[in-house]
């Protein structure tokens, strides 16, 4: 899986950012009429094909369904409402939100195509009931997960990097990081940088 999974608000900042090398981009649209949603997932399913970078939609399964995108993000409330079913019809991958044992059984009995640990260090995205989990758990995780690959969230920055993929995250996604920083692409290439397997010298 993408070591950098990088999420956006606006399909303006998908733009942005994807010819910086992103190969992974969620589109997280939040608080937007339904219409406006569908425009920024088309343009942004039409950016991200000829770009070769992978989409993946936020929430809206039944849109990415509509508009043939390949790959949805659910959370466990989100999972209540989507027809599971007609995603794997059509071949859509599907990674899930896990915040405690309970939501990671639940997740992993769906086969997805990774399960998301969050909030690893405190997040100021949004108001979470879950504090942060702590590289401990992030390889509590992986072992659980077995073969599915296990994205890292909340709070990352590029200095725990080398942590959290120590502790055995396969992949790190990142919002606010990127999106407060001075200069967001030159913060995205530290970031595909940063994400970089490391390799031992010679
Ligand atoms: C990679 C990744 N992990 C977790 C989330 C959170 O999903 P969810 O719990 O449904 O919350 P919202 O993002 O919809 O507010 C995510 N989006 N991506
Ligand atoms: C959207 C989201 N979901 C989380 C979870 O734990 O499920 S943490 C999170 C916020 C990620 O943003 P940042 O990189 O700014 O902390
Ligand atoms: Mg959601």
């Known amino acids: 899986m993408e070591r950098f999974y990088l999420i956006v608000g606006h399909v303006g900042r998908l733009e942005l950012l994807v010819p910086h090398g992103v190969k992974l981009v969620q589109l997280r649209i939040k608080d937007q009429p339904k219409a406006e949603v569908r425009r920024q997932i088309t343009r942004a399913r039409d950016f991200c094909a000829v770009h070769g970078a992978q989409l993946v939609v936020n929430d809206y399964w039944d849109l990415a369904l509509d508009l043939r995108c390949s790959f949805v993000h659910l959370g466990q409330e989100d999972m209540d409402n989507a027809d599971l079913g007609a995603l794997r019809r059509a071949g859509v991958h599907i990674g899930l939100s896990t ?104």
């Not at 086969?111 to 260090?121: E, M, S």
């Not at 949004?126 to 909340?154: C, D, S």
């Not at 993929?165 to 407060?180: E, K």
């Open 99 to 202: 915040h405690d044992e309970t939501e990671l059984d639940r997740a992993l009995t769906q086969d997805p195509a990774y399960v998301a640990l969050g909030p690893v260090y405190p997040t100021l995205l949004k108001k979470m009931k879950w504090g942060p989990q702590g590289l401990e758990r992030v390889g509590r995780w992986k072992q659980m997960a077995g073969r599915t690959p296990l994205v890292a969230i909340g709070g990352l920055t590029p200095d725990r990097l080398p942590g959290v993929f120590a502790a055995g995250a396969d992949s790190a996604a990142v919002v606010m990081d990127i999106q407060m920083a001075q200069n967001p692409e030159a913060r995205t290439r530290d970031w595909i940088a940063a994400c970089a397997p490391q390799v031992a010298p010679a």
